[in-house]
């Protein structure tokens, strides 16, 4: 079965940074992508980042420049380095894969999400 295990979420303050991390198992894929969404409470799910197959790489307005998406050599972790922290970057970040499509919306295989906190 495919699952997706989160971790290196925490507190830190503005301008901080984060490196999380996804363990992935049971997922192979040709096309569609795998990737990060966040959800704070009052606010709609985001897509964050999300990576292709081949390695191309997409991040939303909100985080580019200061999150960078990436895999390691044996592409079963997947990573989400985040710097330059904001207060507004607080949520329950979660990895996200989907077989089929890289559109972010509602992907097919979800982790339990991680929780990052920046205070200012």
């Known amino acids: 079965q495919v699952q997706l295990v989160e971790s290196g979420g925490g507190s830190v303050q503005a301008g901080g940074s984060l490196r999380l991390s996804c363990a992935v198992s049971?997922?192979?894929?040709?096309?569609?992508?795998m990737g990060w969404f966040r959800k704070a409470p009052g606010r709609e799910r985001e897509g964050v980042a999300s990576m292709n197959t081949k390695g191309t790489t997409r991040h939303a307005d909100s985080v580019r420049g200061r999150f960078t998406i990436s895999q390691d050599n044996a592409k079963n972790t997947l990573l989400l380095q985040m710097n330059s922290l904001k207060p507004e970057d607080t949520a329950k970040y979660y990895c996200?894969?989907?077989?089929?499509?890289?559109?972010?919306?509602?992907?097919?295989?979800w982790g339990q999400g991680t929780q990052v906190t920046v205070s200012s």
């Open positions: 049971g997922f192979t894929y040709s096309s569609g992508c």
């Open positions: 996200a894969a989907d077989p089929y499509s890289c559109a972010f919306g509602s992907w097919l295989y």
